[in-house]
């Protein structure tokens, strides 16, 4: 904590959701509902793909990936949020950010190249279907999945690195619900320009590489469908791609907000609402729509019901 004006802040405290006191308990219970949700359907899904051997192929294997960095983002986050709507102090030390961030940042990136990787994958499966095993195989997947997890790991330690450049002395309130870099960024006493400038080059490059990927995938798909004779088959490619694309783009654009507009460092006023989307909404609810609407998916889980009742 700051004793005066020279002294440097090693401990800080989250202000986030404190404005209405009043109502600590129903966002608690609120919250706590979305967590343990999360935690289920997505510890759930990875659990179901990896004991049933008919899951174990490319589109799988990237959702059950998926699936894990959605429950690493949301145990980053909630856990100590829920702690801190009851807790006195709400004080975090600067390498509990650190590590706070690390892992948020991890499942984040990670989760940009897989999206990407399952857009090429579902490109592949409609667009060339008879050289699917070829161009989309099992260990294309797998150095897909690992250059993402490489990615994401190289990306967090790069942020979290810069931040020990880092002094800060203006305050020791951060107004946020987690540990993020860009509200620190707003109380270091030296400028940083040099941090603002790797979230850019590094977090615009990501988001360029993966959101074109992702893009140029979908318009493929969508020409193809297009030329489909059946009606339902339009229909129910539609359908799937509607809500892949929904999540996708809820996802994309809530951390090219956060991150890479302008003057991101300098405001703060729309950062929690922005950061509920793609730490808690987009973990919660992509279990659901990428299972739910999956007919293998949901033909296992019967199964599986069946035998235990």
């Not at 961030?101 to 940009?112: G, N, S």
């Not at 800060?168 to 707003?186: A, G, K, M, T």
């Not at 302008?262 to 793609?278: R, T």
Request: proline share 3%.
């Amino acid at each position: 904590m700051t004793k005066d004006n020279h002294s440097l802040t090693t401990e800080f405290i989250l202000m986030g959701f404190m404005d209405h006191p009043d109502q600590k308990t129903i966002l608690f219970l609120m919250f706590f509902a979305i967590y343990l949700i999360t935690m289920v359907g997505n510890l759930g899904l990875v659990v179901l793909i990896v004991m049933e051997h008919r899951l174990h192929i490319p589109m799988y294997i990237l959702l059950g990936n998926l699936a894990l960095m959605d429950s690493c983002c949301s145990s980053a986050i909630t856990p100590k949020m829920l702690w801190n709507f009851f807790s006195k102090d709400r004080i975090m030390s600067l390498y509990e950010c650190m590590a706070q961030f690390y892992f948020l940042c991890l499942a984040e990136t990670t989760d940009c190249f897989l999206l990407a990787a399952m857009a090429y994958d579902r490109y592949v499966a409609i667009c060339c279907p008879l050289q699917y095993h070829t161009m989309m195989s099992k260990k294309i997947c797998i150095l897909m999945t690992i250059g993402a997890y490489v990615v994401g790991n190289v990306n967090s330690m790069i942020h979290v690195g810069l931040l020990k450049r880092l002094n800060f002395c203006r305050s020791n309130q951060i107004n946020h619900f987690y540990c993020d870099v860009i509200p620190l960024y707003r109380l270091s006493c030296v400028d940083p320009f040099i941090n603002e400038l790797m979230v850019l080059i590094i977090g615009g490059s990501i988001q360029i590489f993966t959101v074109t990927t992702v893009i140029i995938s979908y318009l493929c798909i969508l020409f193809t469908i297009f030329k489909m004779k059946s009606r339902e088959g339009i229909s129910k490619a539609l359908s799937t791609c509607a809500s892949h694309f929904l999540s996708i783009t809820i996802f994309y654009g809530s951390l090219l907000f956060m991150y890479i507009r302008p003057s991101s460092v300098k405001e703060g006023n729309e950062d929690i609402p922005i950061a509920i989307f793609y730490t808690l909404i987009i973990p919660l609810l992509n279990p659901f729509i990428y299972s739910l609407r999956n007919k293998e998916i949901m033909t296992v889980m019967k199964r599986i019901i069946k035998k235990i009742s």
